[in-house]
């Protein structure tokens, strides 16, 4: 199994309140991604990082910032958390590399987050 | 316009019988990657089977098969042999972009096997 850890893997708060989401890795792959999942809609790209310091704005960024020091840690924060972000937020990683990586993602196992 | 569209939200089987889940896909990339994910009901991702753009043949991995037909930009895929742990949402996607690092997901077609 690849090496990703999500923390935390549930949480409740309020509306109005920070919150970060932690994605960690040990396999030093180059990309990494955060995917909101709801009913209905599948799993929707909120960012990505292709590199320490790099990242760009995916489907559905609008609440969502993210950062990327380190190349195992891709963080996910919810400034000032709203009801309508009351998700399953997965983090994935991959490395795609023309006839090496088939660039698969592989997924944390997810974190589930109520905003009352 | 979607990206990845399953059209099937919801799918039955029998036991032991073959199914086939569909999946369009629109790209004007000539270099991308088509991949489908198993989401049993514990919720972890299960990376299943993997075509590329440019592989001639349908890929294959144990009783799962890629029916992937280019020119009318669909990426189905075959179990063949349903058995009761394949009840699971099931997700089609696609890797794009010169980096290969934009990806995309259908809204998923959940299968339910009946013994």
């Known amino acids: 199994d690849a090496g990703i850890t999500q923390s935390p893997r549930h949480k409740v708060t309020e509306t109005g309140t920070p919150v970060t989401l932690r994605c960690h890795q040990t396999e030093n792959h180059r990309y990494m991604y955060w995917y909101r999942q709801d009913p209905g809609h599948g799993l929707r790209l909120i960012h990505y990082s292709y590199g320490v310091k790099d990242t760009d704005k995916g489907e559905v960024s609008d609440g969502y910032s993210v950062s990327r020091s380190k190349t195992e840690d891709f963080l996910l924060t919810l400034e000032s958390a709203t009801s309508s972000q009351t998700s399953v937020y997965f983090c994935?990683?991959?490395?795609?590399?023309?006839?090496?990586?088939?660039?698969?993602?592989?997924f944390g196992e997810g974190s589930r987050l109520t905003v009352l | 316009a979607q990206k990845i569209t399953q059209t099937q939200p919801g799918m039955f089987v029998q036991e032991k019988e073959a199914v086939t889940l569909d999946c369009t896909y629109d790209?004007?990339?000539?270099?991308?990657?088509l991949f489908w994910y198993k989401q049993p009901s514990s919720g972890e991702m299960i990376f299943l089977i993997y075509?590329?753009?440019?592989?001639?043949q349908n890929a294959t991995e144990g009783r799962y098969s890629l029916n992937f037909q280019k020119a009318r930009k669909s990426a189905n895929l075959v179990i063949s042999a349903s058995q009761l742990g394949d009840s699971a949402m099931y997700f089609c996607?696609?890797?794009?972009?010169?980096?290969?690092?934009?990806?995309?997901f259908g809204t998923g077609t959940s299968l339910t096997v009946i013994p």
């Open positions: 790209t004007s990339d000539q270099s991308y990657g």
């Open positions: 075509q590329g753009s440019y592989d001639e």
């Open positions: 996607a696609m890797r794009e972009g010169r980096t290969g690092n934009q990806f995309y």
């Open positions: 994935a990683i991959s490395d795609w590399l023309a006839g090496v990586y088939t660039g698969e993602l592989f």
